[in-house]
């Protein structure tokens, strides 16, 4: 079975500070992770995606995740965190389903950058 | 670039009526998506197509219809609001499936009376 388990609802830092949002997938077979960004009243955005290689992957705006096969995990993080970072964040597992390819949510993180 | 609009971005309807949402995506892609998104939930797909004239159900197709009549664009329909009803639905496609990476709408916010 497919699933994604973001354990934080809610995590609020000070502008600056460094940033961890957890996520913890499961998946019968090779898992395509990616992170999305909700910002209010807007679409979802593509934050970067693991396909495969290297575990550490590179997005946009400074962000980072790295996937970790022994503990099912594909963390977020960025070093320095920013008041426009504000959003809802998303884990996201592709797997495939009757031939054709799915995306399974985890239940997102809202983060709040504190001034 | 391109982009994906909905229609409306807001739809506030009665119980047991009939609601139409609509997508239109100017990416060419071939493949769009319905999902529903409750809050303080993440998104589950409702249906997706891979093609024009072409519907594969989700997890959450009960209690809705899905029409895509042309490449571009992609209709959902809710056949019976239920009362108090409050969910934001999102469209999206991709180039083709796999592990594509999905576009998404901005949505359109629903609410039941």
């Known amino acids: 079975a497919q699933s994604v388990t973001q354990p934080d609802a809610r995590v609020t830092v000070s502008e600056g500070a460094s940033l961890q949002l957890r996520c913890k997938y499961s998946s019968s077979g090779t898992p395509y992770l990616f992170w999305y960004v909700q910002y209010p009243r807007q679409g979802l955005q593509l934050l970067l995606k693991?396909?495969?290689?290297?575990?550490v992957v590179q997005g946009v705006n400074g962000f980072e995740a790295e996937f970790s096969k022994s503990n099912s995990s594909f963390h977020l993080r960025k070093a320095s965190v920013h008041w426009s970072d504000s959003a809802v964040y998303f884990c996201v597992l592709s797997a495939w389903v009757s031939n054709y390819n799915v995306l399974y949510f985890g239940s997102g993180t809202k983060l709040t950058v504190e001034p | 670039g391109g982009i994906i609009t909905q229609t409306p971005k807001f739809l506030i309807g009665q119980e047991g009526q009939k609601l139409t949402l609509k997508c239109q995506q100017n990416f060419n892609h071939d493949t769009m998506y319905w999902y529903r998104q409750d809050s303080g939930k993440g998104l589950r797909l409702i249906y997706y197509?891979?093609?024009?004239?072409?519907?594969q159900k989700g997890d959450l197709s009960e209690g809705y219809d899905a029409s895509r009549e042309k490449k571009s664009s992609f209709s959902l329909t809710v056949t019976s609001a239920q009362k108090n009803e409050m969910a934001v639905f999102l469209c999206a496609s991709s180039i083709a499936g796999g592990q594509d990476t999905q576009y998404f709408g901005p949505g359109t916010r629903l609410l039941v009376l």
């Open positions: 197509s891979i093609t024009e004239n072409d519907l």
């Open positions: 693991y396909y495969s290689g290297d575990p």
